[in-house]
């Protein structure tokens, strides 16, 4: 019970705006077009084409997939870290974090919750925390192969919850053209589905716990 009572290693809070801009907040999804690509170089799967010539002589180009990108090799290797040397690098943790971090930053400022555009460098209103682990003390070697199928009711739960936040954050957009304020009941779900989802994060990708995530907004 002791155990349980502890904060979760991965833990996320967003500062409550008083008010927003309607202008920027109207212009939103033109706004985060450049901090999202940058996001999306960092952690989409990246892409080649490649040229094949068929029996008939023609040439036909197609795109092949080549990898997830910086965040998934970055998972692929801590895998194997913590499976065959018990080791998580303090440095990949930093790098993981602070990825994870710049990722929140820019989900809050699509979502509307702020205002301030995504530095890569400063906290700003989003304080997002990954505690550090002892691979030897608190990680089972061979969890990171079975928590994405220990993790299959939170996927669940978080597309439902996923598809209730957009309709959340439609209408305080419209709220916030009106009357400049996110709707604190509103604002407080949104943070919560980012909570739930950053703790499977923690879980599942990440690496930095064997605690089984919560089922909770809170």
Known sequence: MEAQSEPYPARLNVDYPEKLDRLTSFFRLIW??????????????SSSTATVMRETGET????TDTGGGIAAGLFAATLLMILFRQRYPRW?????RELTRFGARVGAYAAL????????????SVHLEIDYPDVERDLNRWMPLVKWL????HYIVLIVLGVIAVFAIIIAWFA?????RYPRALFDYVVGVGRWGLRVQAYVSLLVTDRYPPFSLS
């Open 32 to 45: 985060v077009i450049p901090i999202a690509i940058i996001w999306s170089l960092l952690s989409a799967t």
């Open 60 to 63: 036909v180009s197609r795109a």
């Open 176 to 180: 916030i053209l009106f009357t400049g």
């Open 113 to 124: 919750l702020t205002d301030q555009y995504p530095s890569t460098v400063e906290e700003q």
């Open 150 to 153: 220990l993790a299959i009711p």
């Open 92 to 96: 990949w943790f930093d790098f993981a």
